[in-house]
T-cell receptor, first 115, second 109 residues
Framework: EPEVTQTPSHQVTQMGQEVILRCVPISNHLYFYWYRQILGQKVEFLVSFYNNEISEKSEIFDDQFSVERPDGSNFTLKIRSTKLEDSAMYFC?????????????FGSGTQLSVL | ELKVEQNPLFLSMQEGKNYTIYCNYSTTSDRLYWYRQDPGKSLESLFVLLSNGAVKQEGRLMASLDTKARLSTLHITAAVHDLSATYFCGKAAGNKLTFGGGTRVLVKP
């Protein structure tokens, strides 16, 4: 079964450093998302991306965050200057459709630890 | 702003018994999702509910949607240990999925 692939599975970084989290969505999917989950808390929406542009973003997704689809397969989340509170599990997701039958497929996540 | 509340937060189950998880949401919008998450793992899609009165079943799990009451339920029949996980409901509004706080389920023999 096709799946969303995320790399790396774990990322440790120093506060103030830039990180790039990588995702390969399912190949025929058109909608891409990033969510995050701070340890023990609920999963929170960050951003959605369609047709090479952001379609919606949350208040969490400030100027320190950016997303890109640099080629036909990868979808990346960049955090420009990491803060301690950015430590979380980051999930990439993709869907083929948006609307009636949309099913969202999540990757296995990247655990980001900011020291 | 859409709010999604789940209860209970934690459910200790005995094998063989039936239980229900509740998911309330604040505004009418489209799809309602149920996901399962094992510790340290990703979210596994269980059900997508689209309209009032929708009921879906897979094995020991059954989900239903009442849009008038703004309520979805996830019913577990004859719980087994394999069902131990955290269950999240999520309500879609446009491109954004808002999740409830999750229900941590522990099934004891």
């Amino acid at each position: 079964e096709p799946e969303v692939t995320q790399t790396p599975s774990h990322q440790v970084t120093q506060m103030g450093q830039e990180v790039i989290l990588r995702c390969v969505p399912i190949s025929n999917h058109l909608y891409f998302y990033w969510y995050r989950q701070i340890l023990g808390q609920k999963v929170e929406f960050l951003v959605s991306f369609y047709n090479n542009e952001i379609s919606e973003k949350s208040e969490i997704f400030d100027d320190q965050f950016s997303v890109e689809r640099p080629d036909g397969s990868n979808f990346t989340l960049k955090i420009r200057s990491t803060k301690l509170e950015d430590s979380a599990m980051y999930f990439c997701a993709s869907s083929e459709l948006r609307g009636t039958n949309e099913k969202l497929f999540f990757g296995s996540g990247t655990q980001l630890s900011v020291l | 702003e859409l709010k999604v509340e789940q209860n209970p937060l934690f459910l200790s189950m005995q094998e063989g018994k039936n239980y229900t998880i509740y998911c309330n949401y604040s505004t009418t919008s489209d799809r309602l999702y149920w996901y399962r998450q094992d510790p340290g793992k990703s979210l596994e899609s269980l059900f997508v509910l689209l309209s009032n009165g929708a009921v879906k079943q897979e094995g020991r799990l059954m989900a239903s949607l009442d849009t008038k009451a703004r309520l979805s339920t996830l019913h577990i029949t004859a719980a087994v240990h394999d069902l131990s996980a955290t269950y999240f409901c999520g309500k879609a509004a446009g491109n954004k999925l808002t999740f409830g706080g999750g229900t941590r389920v522990l099934v004891k023999p």
